[in-house]
């Protein structure tokens, strides 16, 4: 199994990326995917999901709506897409697969991508 992350980069606060995670090892169109962050000197926290179907998203307060989840089963990959991003969003980004949106438990983890969002 793996999960390959991708897409980060420095940007300036307001600006916006698009985030990738390319799934093998496991039938990725089963799986509901999730994105995680981690910002230095902090725990990790969950930034949103998506199910399985593609039809339902969840997201973390703090997205207010400026992120959004998006997968391509023909692909095996599930993007991130990050708006008016701000300096508080720098952190490393990670991907995991699990059986539901809604749940905390994660199956599969993947590395992660740095997220530096400069003011």
């Known amino acids: 199994v793996q999960l390959q992350a991708s897409g980060g980069g420095l940007v300036q606060a307001g600006g916006s990326l698009r985030l990738s995670c390319a799934a093998s090892?496991?039938?990725?169109?089963?799986?509901?995917m999730g994105w995680f962050r981690q910002a230095p000197g902090k725990e990790r926290e969950f930034v949103g999901s998506?199910?399985?179907?593609?039809?339902?998203?969840y997201y973390a307060d703090f997205v207010e709506g400026r992120f959004a989840i998006f997968r391509d089963d023909a692909e095996n990959t599930v993007y991130l897409h990050l708006n008016t991003l701000k300096p508080e969003d720098t952190a490393v980004y990670y991907c995991?697969?699990?059986?539901?949106?809604?749940?905390?438990?994660?199956?599969?983890w993947g590395q992660g991508t740095l997220v530096t969002v400069s003011s």
């Open positions: 090892g496991f039938t990725f169109s089963n799986y509901a």
């Open positions: 995991a697969a699990g059986p539901n949106y809604r749940s905390e438990e994660y199956q599969y």
């Open positions: 998506i199910s399985w179907s593609g039809n339902r998203q």
